[in-house]
């Protein structure tokens, strides 16, 4: 993959659409790696940092992975591999080698592991990490929250961006 100015992330990514455009965002905790498809995303600006902030429900096996991880990335994929971000979406690491069974590409000799086949890569450095407030939610944000519980934020300074062309 090829490295970009990080300023120009969206030249390739649309930060409007992040709900469609869905990615997988990958960590290692130095023991095990996992990616899990998301949908919630946000880029821009924060603690004076170019930075992206991603949602990870505390249900999921990769939280546990994230909150060991000094640095994650987040993968979008090709259209044609809708396949698997359903199944990254589906399946959980807690039961099955994601990336083993769907014979993903791994690259590992960076800062957090990321798919080599992506489009686009945002590697990213966790500044901090938030655990959302129900309590301050408006009531339709609680319907989010009647059965499982909340997202943990993962703050990310945006260190690298690379791109497939
Ligand atoms: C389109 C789509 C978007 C998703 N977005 C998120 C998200 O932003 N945050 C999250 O915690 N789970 C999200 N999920 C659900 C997880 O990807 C799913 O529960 C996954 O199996 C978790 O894997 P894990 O247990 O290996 O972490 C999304 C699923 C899909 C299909």
Not at 125 to 145: C, H, I, L, Q, T
Request: with cysteine.
């Amino acid at each position: 993959m090829k490295e970009i100015n990080k300023y120009d992330l969206c030249k390739y990514v649309d930060p409007m659409a992040t709900g469609k455009d869905w990615a997988i965002a990958v960590a290692s905790d130095g023991t095990r790696t996992n990616g899990l498809t998301i949908g919630w995303a946000q880029f821009g600006t924060l603690w004076g940092k170019l930075a992206a902030t991603v949602y990870i429900h505390k249900t999921r096996f990769s939280k546990q992975v994230f909150d060991g991880a000094e640095y994650y990335s987040i993968c979008f994929m090709k259209p044609e591999q809708k396949a698997v971000m359903e199944y990254f979406g589906k399946v959980s690491g807690r039961d099955e080698d994601k990336m083993k069974n769907c014979g993903i590409e791994v690259e590992t000799g960076d800062v957090a592991p990321y798919f080599k086949d992506s489009r686009v890569v945002v590697l990213c450095r966790v500044m901090g990490r938030s655990d959302f407030d129900p309590n301050s939610a408006d009531e339709n944000v609680k319907d989010w929250y009647q059965r499982e519980g909340v997202h943990t934020l993962y703050h990310g300074e945006i260190v690298k961006v690379l791109v497939n062309e």
